[in-house]
């Protein structure tokens, strides 16, 4: 089955203590990003990848890092959390640009 | 201000009737303008995707319409159904570099009742 799998699908952490959310995808698909989503904003683009190793920012990048290592891994990285960065997190993937992009379930990500 | 406005914020319908979702945009140049599908907590799910060539696309009881002279954009929910209640989300693509630039609507959260 073509997916796109996030761990964990939920997080609670305390500000300062570095964590990493997974995302994988078994389609070969060469993009890959990375989503936010808070209330009132819609979805915002964190991070994007249109390959290995070729990685870029998109609108809110601050405070996020990432990779892309290998093909169907691509790591959101959050080196130093805060609370401005408990939101939902979605993981994309897609094909091409004209074809359908393929979304991760989402991780819920509390910072107290 | 957000270059992809959707409209209604939020809709309610009784079941078996037909809706018509919104979306308008200003983001230029345009590659393709795509209508998700997103159930409360989980991710979107892709229902239509259309190039500036295209006007119409259908899946299944869903069916969209571009029209890229006024950048608006429409999804028509035919003989809604009780599954149908979620958010629907207008996202356009823009050419940016070697990748595409993707700007989301915030969504009309349709609610299908008995």
């Known amino acids: 089955e073509a997916q796109v799998t996030q761990n964990p699908r939920y997080l609670i952490t305390v500000t300062g203590k570095k964590l990493t959310v997974t995302c994988s995808q078994n389609m070969n698909h060469e993009y890959m990003s990375w989503y936010r989503q808070d209330p009132g904003l819609g979805l915002r683009q964190i991070y994007y990848?249109?390959?290995?190793?070729?990685?870029d920012k998109g609108d809110v990048p601050e405070g996020y890092k990432v990779s892309r290592k290998e093909k169907r891994n691509f790591p959101l990285i959050l080196e130093s959390p805060s609370p401005n960065q408990t939101s939902l997190y979605f993981c994309?993937?897609?094909?091409?640009?004209?074809?359908?992009?393929?979304f991760g379930q989402g991780t819920r990500l509390t910072v107290v | 201000k957000n270059q992809v406005e959707q409209s209604p914020q939020s809709l309610i319908i009784l079941e078996g009737k037909n809706c018509t979702l919104q979306?308008?945009?200003?983001?230029?140049?345009?590659?393709?303008l795509r209508w998700y599908k997103q159930d409360t907590g989980r991710g979107p799910v892709s229902l239509t995707i259309?190039?500036?060539?295209?006007n119409t696309k259908s899946n299944g009881r869903y069916t969209a319409t571009l029209d890229a002279d006024t950048k608006q954009s429409s999804l028509h929910i035919t003989a809604s159904q009780l599954s149908d209640s979620a958010s629907y989300i207008c996202v356009v693509s823009a050419p940016h570099g070697g990748y595409q630039k993707v700007t989301f609507g915030t969504g009309t959260k349709l609610q299908v009742i008995p």
């Open positions: 994309a993937s897609s094909a091409d640009k004209n074809t359908e992009a393929f």
């Open positions: 990848s249109m390959n290995v190793e070729v990685t």
């Open positions: 259309m190039t500036f060539s295209e």
């Open positions: 979306c308008n945009y200003t983001v230029s140049p345009f590659s393709n």
